[in-house]
């Protein structure tokens, strides 16, 4: 189990909303200057176009456990709605697909990439994840791109990946303050971490709300620490 060292204030929490801060603060991107941060922020796509009528039907039925028709409508629109190939690769991956097709991670990697191209921040996450179980170091980059975008997961396995030296040298300071941005964000694995961390450091109290959170937010793990 995962129990870093305590080399950060346990009670410190950080709730500024602002993602680029951050970033900024903790050289998220290793070699990225600011030019080509501000360059790729330039580029995130504004996605209240992509929540068309007919994808807010999709994301409705495919919410409902239709996937007959939610995967009829992603489909259709998935060349040009980056929201609509992410659904797609969420289906593929998944396995919420009509009778007619096949659980793949082929095809859930291709609507992933097209919907991580366009700045859609929960691909990354997916994206990452299919990466890491490929073994390919690209994955802690994509986490980067990711967590740039303001995705909480990404934080985490930022997070897992300095803890557990993923594509990148350990460093646990690093590690508990990515955990530490996620858990402020509600994540609940990053929570069930800090719970951890803290723990490890003797500060129960702290530890213990911060476990009581991961449980809030559905963490089955968090429980057994309490």
Known sequence: ELLLPALMSCHVFIRSKDYKWRIEKLMLSPGKTEEEFISFQKKIPNFKEYHTAEIKEAINKFNKHNYVRSFKLFRQNSEKNPVAAYYLGRMYK?????????????????????????????????????????????????????????????????????????????????????????????????????????????????????????????????????
């Open 94 to 226: 998944e396995g919420k697909l009509p009778d007619d097709q096949w659980q793949s991670s082929v095809k859930a990697k291709e609507y992933f990439l097209i919907a991580a191209k366009n700045g859609v921040a929960e691909s990354f996450y997916e994206l990452g994840k299919i990466y890491q179980e490929e073994n390919n170091r690209d994955a802690l980059k994509v986490y980067q791109y990711g967590a740039e975008l303001g995705n909480k997961k990404c934080f985490t396995q930022i997070g897992i990946c300095y803890a557990e030296g993923i594509g990148i040298a350990k460093n646990e300071f690093l590690a508990s303050q990515y955990f530490l941005l996620a858990a402020t964000e509600n994540d609940a694995d990053s929570q069930l971490a800090m719970g951890k961390i803290c723990e490890a450091a003797g500060n129960w109290q702290q530890a213990k709300r911060w476990y009581e959170k991961a449980m809030a937010n559905g963490n089955a793990d968090a429980e057994r620490f309490l």
